[in-house]
């Protein structure tokens, strides 16, 4: 252990001289005054918005109508849940930097040392982060906000942030986590939006009823007490075993928080896409037949395509975006008007960017485009097939009180769920921003203006070709002239997404 012993004091000399010199206790207790100054204006921030929104709302419901808070909650936390679920899975949850991985895991000294702060650091911020979500969702749906509400819905979200933190470490000191596992939580999760639908359709007064409320008073207490002892329980087990978590899971997920660091920093939502995305086996690709391909254009559609329904998990996002909107209607201020037309841009823009992921994959092996016998803009064009029926397809679940037994909402929303897939091809083309443009001042700091325009490209032309839709939907009725100039306008969209060419 001498050699271990050795390793430790470097590795302490080192922090200390990277820290510099000492600070004084004044100094210290100033920094920690100011972090929370931050957290409390922050929290603060966060409950005024909430409660704005949840007055919106509840001044918006009519009678006969009440606020569905049980609909959207049950939104809320499936998203809550994929993210969290998401990054702990793909991202670690305990990773180490990349200089650390190169030179501390090949020495002789146990790991434990080393991670035990990795662990913590991972499981405050997914206590902290499921804390405060749940709250901000308790604060806008509950109809009697009180002090008690507020505290059960913090020890809650911090309880199931905790055990997910720890479950996702466990899995991790196995080995890496299986792609099954992964495809199983996908599904999982886009499967509660179209359980409310489901529910919605069979029991519309039970959904629409706010007696889910009453679980967060201090009847909940006692159960919070067994699941903190549960917490408890868990991450104790994970610190314990931190020592088995082998060197290539290590440097896999310290290279995964590395490019999503990166991507965040730089506000780059396909990098962090392509950061958070996750190996998937080719076990099946031997069932698979090109027979019905005809030329290069039905060449890169099927082959979109084919991707695409290998992974089950994309296609339980697609339908989740659609039954998400079907359920956000059930609110009264997304119901109709402006508020549904929000939603139809949101559910179009995320079910077409699901298929669109063969286009983001083109843009950083160009050679995908540059082997076929087609012009860059054709093969963008053709790229823009697949996107288009996965936009189609949440459109359509989300809006099919309207299209069934209706030609004009058929045409209407087949052409705008087009310019939805042209938008997101748009935005997998989008060139890099240029960092020496002019800064822009915001409440989160300064910010490049070429990464903001930059991270706008392909949602503005998603809103500006679905224009005569959300004409419609605000009317409540669409007309053969709106029809037209939504053909039109998804021609155009087509055409603007073949010319956006990456540099």
Known sequence: ???????????????????????????????????????????????????????????????????????????????????????????????????????????????????????????????????????????????????????????????????????????????????????????????????????????????????????????AWPALTVGAVVCAGLLALWASRLGRVGAATLTSASASVGHASGATLSLDTRELGRAMSRERSGSRRSATSFSAVRGPRTAVVASEGVDLLRDPGALARTVAAGCAGLVAQQVPVLGGGPGLAVVLVTVGLCAAAVGARGARTAVVVPALDAVLPLGSRATRRARCVVPGLTATLAVSIMLSAHVVGDAAWVLLTGSASVAFGAAAVRGAYRPLPDWSSPLLATPFGAVSSSAVSTLLRGPDLAVLCSLPSAVALVTGAPTWGLVVVQVLLAGGAVVVAGRSAAR
Do not use: K, N
């Open 1 to 219: 252990m001498t050699g271990a012993v050795d390793v430790r004091s470097l590795r302490r000399e080192l922090r200390a001289g990277a820290a510099g010199p000492r600070r004084t206790v004044g100094e210290i207790l100033t920094d920690v005054t100011y972090a929370a100054v931050c957290v409390a204006l922050a929290a603060v921030l966060l409950l005024g918005v909430a409660g704005a929104v949840r007055d919106a709302l509840l001044t918006a419901a009519t009678e006969g109508q009440p606020f569905a808070s049980g609909l959207v909650r049950t939104v809320l936390v499936a998203s809550l849940a994929t993210l969290t679920g998401w990054a702990a899975l793909r991202l670690g949850p305990v990773s180490v930097p990349p200089h650390v991985a190169q030179w501390w895991l090949p020495l002789p000294v146990r790991r434990r040392g080393v991670l035990v702060p990795a662990c913590l650091r991972a499981a405050l911020v997914a206590t902290v982060v499921c804390a405060v979500a749940t709250v901000v969702v308790v604060a806008t749906t509950l109809d009697v906000v009180t002090t008690t509400s507020v505290l059960v819905a913090l020890v809650t979200g911090a309880e199931v942030g905790s055990v997910t933190v720890s479950l996702a470490g466990l899995l991790q000191v196995g080995g890496r986590v299986p792609g099954g596992l992964l495809t199983a939580t996908e599904v999982l999760v886009g499967a509660v939006p179209a359980v409310g639908a489901v529910l919605l359709l069979l029991a519309p007064r039970t959904m629409m009823g706010v007696d889910d409320a009453a679980w967060w008073t201090d009847a």
